[in-house]
């Protein structure tokens, strides 16, 4: 059989195809295309070109979902060059080599997430372009298989210099390939999951779960500098991040875990709560100070940091509207390791764009946006825990006061505000707050009693003597002692979510001490 060098495009993506196409022509490749990337290089002026049924000797069908499988097409691909018995195969099968095979797939994950029918979404399921890329990954050494434009100028490059593409750059495209097939795959298999796992209503989570994580940028290091950390995440369709980072240094992996948790606090607040200024100050994932105002951006940054001056040395602030400058020049003397807000002020920025080892981040809409019923995965005992992640809003109307004690609005605002704090904060935990700022944080305690103890020598060496503050614990109190002691050091009201054996004792007992006390029938616990 007289040798003809072939390459195979079949494209979804036409960018830079008629670049690369050309300089194959002119390197002596014959180029076997399918249907509408056929008509598109022919339109560019390819003239060395022929369709898939001129190879095949069969035409595409049922609409072109078959077009590329043949054997004479997978021949061509898998033959190893130098097996005999292969070209024997070849020579007898009257099939030719095909050395590039040119191929991106059909965009089922961005189609998958279109509001158009189910049927017309498995439309975009590529299934030749897979096989295609499959085979020629697997048959690396001697065929390069091109998945991506951004490949193109490399190839160009050994084309133009007449030189053979190294079978090190090979495995590397290849290694791409089953990157991307698995990748494709996974996207398919959780659009078609029956158990549609980690959505809101399932009993269940479903059997297996399909991940496929890209590395989005190293990190400066990990818990500790001797550790290498790097932020991957799911592929997402538009493959843009929640946040921009605007001036300082790299971003670690502890400042990641308390950019989430910041951001965590700020979603709570940004729902019916919008026309409130608000900022909090977090610290190893914990909130050592939030504060609501209605006065300014400044006004609430100082209320919070007020809570805890030490613990706020060096933390992360983040505030629920645009950055101004009175606020920036508030922030400037202090150490500060990142501050995140929806939008920075030009003045702001001169003024915190000049601290070097300050991380700017503007965050947008996606990361404080209702991602009710996501997945959150965290590593243990050799596997993984999977839960989904407790980003719900709480639900006010099933909230019940308990008591027969009479409530002022003022002290249930308070409450509320009190209970969206002790969401985010380590349990066991306590919350104290006043006029819609918290006074003390106690974090992380080994019990419950303690942690209230905690928060209120804190809130004495912020602010002296407090009269009339309230409460909030995240888990329920398993003995009336917290109760006590929360009368005795002033607390005029208490919300917790209940469900003690001892309830009905933690009722008697704040009914006795005259506190107010509310159910909110859900615990946020945050180990």
């Given at each position: 059989?007289?040798?003809?060098?072939?390459?195979?495009?079949?494209?979804?993506?036409?960018?830079?195809?008629?670049?690369?196409?050309?300089?194959l022509?002119?390197?002596?490749?014959?180029?076997?295309?399918?249907?509408n990337?056929?008509?598109?290089l022919k339109?560019?002026?390819?003239?060395?070109?022929?369709?898939?049924?001129?190879?095949?000797?069969?035409?595409?069908i049922?609409?072109g979902?078959?077009?590329?499988?043949?054997?004479?097409?997978?021949g061509?691909?898998?033959?190893i060059?130098?097996?005999?018995?292969?070209?024997d195969?070849?020579?007898?099968?009257?099939?030719?080599?095909?050395?590039?095979?040119?191929?991106?797939?059909?965009?089922?994950?961005?189609?998958?997430?279109?509001?158009?029918?189910?049927d017309?979404?498995?439309?975009?399921?590529?299934?030749?372009?897979?096989?295609l890329?499959?085979a020629?990954?697997?048959?690396?050494?001697?065929?390069a298989?091109?998945?991506?434009?951004?490949?193109?100028?490399?190839?160009i490059?050994?084309?133009?210099?007449k030189?053979?593409?190294p079978?090190?750059?090979?495995?590397?495209?290849?290694?791409?390939?089953?990157?991307l097939?698995a990748?494709?795959?996974?996207?398919?298999?959780?659009?078609?999951?029956?158990?549609?796992?980690?959505?809101?209503?399932?009993?269940?989570?479903g059997?297996?779960?399909?991940?496929?994580?890209?590395?989005?940028?190293?990190?400066r290091?990990?818990?500790?500098?001797?550790?290498?950390?790097?932020?991957?995440?799911?592929?997402?369709a538009?493959g843009?991040?929640?946040?921009?980072?605007?001036?300082?240094?790299?971003?670690?992996?502890?400042?990641?875990?308390?950019?989430d948790?910041?951001?965590?606090?700020i979603?709570?607040?940004?729902?019916?709560?919008?026309?409130?200024?608000f900022?909090t100050?977090?610290?190893?994932?914990n909130?050592?100070?939030?504060?609501?105002?209605?006065?300014?951006?400044?006004?609430?940054?100082?209320?919070?940091r007020?809570?805890?001056?030490?613990s706020?040395?060096?933390?992360?602030?983040?505030?629920n509207?645009?950055?101004?400058?009175?606020?920036?020049?508030?922030?400037?003397p202090?150490f500060?390791?990142?501050i995140l807000?929806?939008?920075?002020?030009?003045?702001?920025l001169?003024?915190?764009?000049?601290?070097?080892?300050?991380?700017l981040?503007?965050?947008?809409?996606?990361?404080?946006?209702?991602?009710?019923?996501?997945?959150?995965?965290?590593?243990?005992?050799?596997?993984?825990l999977?839960?989904?992640?407790?980003?719900?809003?709480?639900?006010?109307?099933?909230?019940?006061?308990?008591?027969?004690?009479?409530?002022?609005?003022s002290?249930?605002c308070?409450?509320?505000?009190a209970?969206k704090?002790?969401k985010?904060v380590?349990?066991?935990?306590?919350v104290?707050?006043?006029?819609?700022?918290?006074?003390?944080?106690?974090?992380?305690?080994?019990?419950?009693?303690?942690?209230?103890?905690?928060a209120?020598?804190?809130m004495?060496?912020?602010?002296?003597e407090?009269?009339?503050?309230?409460?909030?614990?995240d888990?329920?109190?398993?003995?009336?002692d917290?109760?006590?002691?929360?009368?005795?050091?002033g607390?005029?009201g208490?919300?917790q979510?209940?469900g003690?054996?001892?309830?009905?004792?933690?009722?008697e007992?704040?009914?006795?001490?005259n506190?107010p006390m509310?159910?909110?029938?859900?615990?946020?616990?945050?180990?």
């Amino acid at each position: 059989m007289p040798e003809i060098k072939y390459a195979l495009i079949s494209v979804y993506d036409k960018k830079g195809i008629a670049e690369l196409a050309s300089n194959l022509e002119i390197a002596g490749y014959t180029l076997i295309a399918t249907g509408n990337t056929y008509k598109f290089l022919k339109s560019e002026g390819i003239a060395n070109l022929k369709k898939i049924d001129e190879i095949t000797g069969f035409p595409e069908i049922l609409g072109g979902r078959v077009k590329t499988l043949h054997p004479v097409i997978f021949g061509g691909i898998l033959s190893i060059r130098n097996n005999e018995s292969h070209g024997d195969d070849l020579i007898k099968n009257e099939i030719n080599l095909i050395d590039f095979v040119i191929v991106n797939l059909y965009p089922f994950k961005e189609m998958a997430g279109k509001n158009i029918a189910d049927d017309e979404k498995l439309e975009f399921i590529d299934i030749g372009g897979v096989s295609l890329l499959r085979a020629a990954a697997k048959n690396y050494k001697d065929v390069a298989v091109v998945i991506n434009p951004s490949f193109y100028e490399d190839i160009i490059s050994y084309l133009k210099n007449k030189q053979e593409i190294p079978e090190r750059v090979k495995k590397l495209y290849a290694y791409e390939t089953f990157k991307l097939t698995a990748e494709y795959d996974a996207a398919i298999a959780g659009f078609l999951n029956p158990d549609n796992a980690g959505k809101v209503g399932n009993k269940e989570l479903g059997p297996g779960i399909g991940l496929s994580l890209k590395k989005t940028f190293s990190l400066r290091y990990g818990e500790n500098p001797h550790q290498k950390a790097a932020f991957y995440r799911t592929d997402k369709a538009d493959g843009s991040l929640p946040f921009e980072k605007l001036s300082g240094k790299d971003i670690s992996y502890n400042n990641l875990l308390d950019i989430d948790s910041a951001l965590g606090i700020i979603k709570d607040f940004n729902n019916g709560l919008t026309k409130n200024y608000f900022a909090t100050i977090v610290k190893h994932t914990n909130p050592c100070g939030a504060a609501l105002s209605g006065k300014s951006l400044k006004d609430a940054f100082l209320s919070a940091r007020k809570t805890d001056e030490i613990s706020s040395y060096g933390g992360i602030i983040g505030f629920n509207k645009k950055l101004d400058e009175e606020t920036a020049s508030e922030i400037k003397p202090f150490f500060v390791e990142i501050i995140l807000a929806p939008e920075y002020s030009e003045e702001s920025l001169k003024i915190l764009g000049a601290k070097k080892n300050t991380i700017l981040i503007k965050y947008n809409e996606g990361f404080i946006s209702d991602n009710s019923g996501i997945l959150s995965f965290k590593s243990s005992c050799g596997g993984f825990l999977v839960q989904e992640k407790d980003d719900f809003a709480d639900d006010r109307s099933l909230f019940k006061t308990v008591t027969g004690v009479k409530m002022e609005e003022s002290v249930l605002c308070d409450l509320i505000f009190a209970w969206k704090i002790a969401k985010h904060v380590k349990s066991n935990a306590i919350v104290y707050a006043k006029n819609g700022a918290t006074k003390g944080i106690g974090a992380g305690q080994m019990s419950r009693i303690d942690a209230a103890v905690f928060a209120f020598e804190k809130m004495k060496n912020a602010f002296g003597e407090i009269k009339e503050f309230v409460m909030a614990s995240d888990g329920f109190f398993p003995f009336r002692d917290s109760v006590e002691y929360a009368a005795k050091i002033g607390v005029c009201g208490i919300i917790q979510p209940g469900g003690s054996i001892r309830d009905d004792e933690v009722i008697e007992a704040a009914n006795k001490l005259n506190v107010p006390m509310i159910f909110t029938g859900i615990r946020h616990f945050k180990h």
